[in-house]
Antibody, heavy 123, light 112 residues
């Protein structure tokens, strides 16, 4: 069974840092692109970042460029999101999700999703 | 403000048919980017509902859910509404100008 399990969320002060992890199991992790999507409390979904299967290609939403960094360790079947310079508007549940293999960018969708981890940025 | 526009809410009685629209632009849906749909039940993570050019359904998704597209818009149709369909629904596509994936603002479906 394909499973994605996020961890690392919590309460952090504005300007602080946090690293989220997404442990994957049940599939050949290294051949799939992965993505992070967030959802602020009571709001809709916002795509944050994505990474190719080999970790070379990375993509970011303008709202997080320069502050959040996506990476992966295929030997550990784990996806990461390093979050620096956190702001109040980064408060959200962060989901990791898998991309289908070998599709062009315009065709990609996200399936499955993890259960999410909550990041709260507040003093 | 999302670049994919969805109605904030729709409603229907059990057994009825509802349609949720997703309006984009020439840099995403109109440029040929696929439109995918997700269902988010209360308190749960989103789940893929329809995907791909032909609006295919993942295993386990009932045939009551179907998708279509025309020009810069796409639609999700739900027939034979059931109480368990009450959820938030999101469309998703890729924008060539932004080089980014996009979600619609979401539509809350209420089953009356």
């Amino acid at each position: 069974e394909v499973q994605l399990l996020e961890s690392g969320g919590g309460l952090v002060q504005p300007g602080g840092s946090l690293r989220l992890s997404c442990a994957a199991s049940g599939f050949a992790f290294g051949i799939y692109g992965m993505t992070w999507v967030r959802q602020a409390p009571g709001k809709g979904l916002e795509w944050v970042s994505a990474i190719g299967g080999n970790g070379v290609a990375t993509y970011y939403a303008d709202s997080v460029k320069g502050r959040l960094t996506i990476s992966r360790d295929n030997s550990k079947n784990t996806l990461y999101l390093q979050m620096n310079g956190l702001r109040a508007d980064d408060t959200a549940v962060y989901y990791c999700a898998r991309l289908p293999p070998a599709l062009p960018l315009h065709a990609n969708y996200f399936d499955p999703w993890g259960q999410g981890t909550l990041v709260t940025v507040s003093s | 403000q999302s670049l994919l526009t969805q109605p904030p809410s729709v409603s229907g009685a059990p057994g009825q048919r509802v349609i949720i629209s997703c309006t984009g632009s020439s840099s995403n849906v109109g440029a040929g980017s696929d439109v995918h749909w997700y269902q988010q039940l209360p308190g749960a993570a989103p789940k893929l509902l329809l995907y791909g050019t032909n609006s295919d359904r993942p295993s386990g998704v009932p045939g009551r859910f179907s998708g279509s597209r025309s020009g810069t818009s796409a639609s999700l149709a739900i027939t034979g509404l059931q109480a368990e369909d009450e959820a938030d629904y999101y469309c998703q596509s890729y924008d060539n100008s932004l080089s980014a994936w996009l979600f619609g603002g979401g539509t809350k479906l209420t089953v009356l």
